[in-house]
């Protein structure tokens, strides 16, 4: 069982008017609970964004439904407070930062050095962040007929949960608590202390020397941002390439890019201790086998996530769980208890924002408007797209080359080369490329990995694709601006058209033309 928090657990430093908005709105420290209605036809524990949506969406119905909503922390979850929210725009800046940088190339001088404020970054973060916090605020959720609670909620009997002293009666319930950041078993890493996501965005002075454990999503992010600000990067990965989940030519770019901006690439290495000396903390590990050590300032973990399964008291209720995969769910997102479904991190490798939401909209159908089961929605049915925002970003929906071949399908790769987009060109952003992969003998599109910098805008065009089973011959008719680099996916459905001109079509092609 986690110890109980404090008020104090929810001032988050530093306590300036921006994070005290915040806080105002996510978690208002005078907040008196309702008294709870005699029996809620749905009972949502965990306040993210799958909390959120479940709750917002079935209250928003018009149909007098009776819901709860729980939160032990922070409304708004990891997105709004410790993810999407303040990293995105940490990363802005930084792309601002290196716009300047090179802005050579374009005509442009720009008079000295780039010099970055660091406090004034964070604080455009805070204030960016309590702007948008009113969405997620309990007093909207209220004002949307949503009974919030403040508190630790744990499962007390079949249809009743506690919190905060009172006792609420439940049709259904979700278990939407999420993940928190996990960090690797190294000997003094504990001890000296490190940074996650979920502290490195109340720093207000820029640590000078920076290590980033882990080469994923989040660590390659971050790395990024922090050396474009003015840190001197080490990023440590114990596999060979970073990325190592995503398309290899995809990563390859992002790890030309990384050494090309000065970021200190550490592959294949493995963490053996931590300790504090007066230069700083030191990291000793091996790598290409050598013993080697390494002296920074901070360490930033970015290592994986655990899922937020303890103090819900899940036994009590039959729900079927792992701490390190989370809570068990059928494809209809429904737990070893009917009664009881989950949506989010909490059970879902997609651990994403927008996988959130659409597993939230999942729930609401299969919890309120499937009687004996009829009418549910699969969470198997989404197509769902991802972007690592890097610089380009990196973005993916369907299936890769592998996934395919595991399958038994047999596919056929497209590949447009940024250098061949009028678009890129112009922008001086030549390096990314887009593959479609299509069934091999049809245009069915099966999935498709872009590097640009704004592929997490494009690539939604090829999700609308797969979604509506439009193939790359009709995706060929869609007609795109010119120039855009957008265009490459045009490019791609064009390269197929011109796969369909056999000789023999090419022949009836000829006698079409010299009757015409």
């Not at 004996?372 to 049915?381: E, M, N, Q, V």
């Amino acid at each position: 069982m986690m110890p109980p928090l404090t008020p104090e657990a929810f001032l988050i430093q530093p306590l300036d008017e921006y994070n005290q908005t915040l806080v105002a709105n996510v978690h208002p420290l005078d907040w008196v609970n309702p008294e709870p209605r005699d029996r809620y036809d749905l009972v949502v524990i965990g306040a993210g964004t799958a909390g959120l949506v479940v709750a917002a969406g079935a209250a928003g119905l018009g149909l007098g439904l009776k819901v709860a909503l729980i939160e032990k922390h922070l409304m708004g979850g990891d997105c709004l407070n410790v993810g999407c929210v303040p990293s995105k725009c940490m990363i802005r800046s930084a792309r601002a930062a290196a716009d300047i940088r090179s802005a050579a190339p374009f005509g442009v001088q720009a008079s000295g050095s780039v010099e970055v404020d660091f406090p004034a970054v964070m604080a455009r973060l805070r204030r960016v962040r309590a702007s948008i916090s009113p969405n997620d605020s309990a007093k909207r959720l209220q004002t949307l007929g949503v009974d919030v609670f403040l508190g630790q909620g744990a499962f007390t009997g079949t249809d009743t949960i506690a919190v905060a002293g009172k006792t609420l009666r439940f049709k259904k319930a979700v278990i939407a608590t999420g993940a928190r950041a996990s960090h690797p078993d190294i000997e003094g890493l504990a001890d000296i202390g490190f940074l996650t996501n979920e502290t490195v965005f109340a720093l207000t002075e820029r640590p000078q020397r920076l290590a980033v454990i882990g080469a994923g999503p989040i660590g390659c992010e971050l790395a990024q941002t922090f050396q474009r600000l003015g840190s001197e990067v080490t990023l440590l990965h114990q596999n060979e390439h970073i990325l190592d989940r995503e398309d290899r030519d995809a990563a390859e770019v992002i790890q030309q890019v990384f050494v090309q901006e000065g970021i200190q690439l550490v592959l294949g290495a493995t963490l053996t201790q931590v300790e504090r000396t007066p230069a700083g903390k030191v990291i000793h590990f091996t790598a290409n086998g050598r013993d080697r050590t390494l002296t920074v300032d901070d360490i930033l973990v970015g290592a994986g996530r655990t899922p937020n399964v303890d103090g819900l008291s899940l036994e009590t209720v039959g729900v079927q769980y792992d701490q390190r995969r989370g809570v068990v769910v059928n494809d209809y997102l429904q737990t070893t208890n009917p009664q009881i479904f989950a949506a989010g991190d909490i059970c879902m490798d997609w651990k994403f924002t927008h996988a959130a939401d659409a597993a939230a909209r999942i729930v609401i159908k299969n919890t309120l408007f499937s009687p004996f089961g009829l009418g549910r929605s699969k969470l198997s049915s989404l197509v769902m797209p991802w972007t690592t925002y890097t610089s380009p970003e990196v973005a993916h929906v369907g299936l890769y080359e592998h996934e395919a071949e595991k399958q038994g399908i047999a596919v056929e790769t497209i590949t447009i080369p940024f250098h061949d987009v009028d678009r890129a060109i112009a922008d001086g952003e030549e390096s990314g490329f887009l593959k479609i992969l299509h069934k091999k003998g049809s245009d069915k599109i099966l999935g498709a990995t872009m590097v640009a910098n704004h592929a997490g805008e494009m690539i939604s065009e090829v999700t609308t694709a797969i979604v509506g089973g439009m193939g790359l011959s009709q995706l060929a008719s869609v007609i795109h601006p010119y120039p855009t680099q957008a265009e490459a996916i045009k490019k791609a459905a064009d390269a197929y058209r011109r796969t369909l001109l056999s000789p023999r079509s090419r022949m009836l092609l000829g006698i079409l033309t010299r009757l015409s």
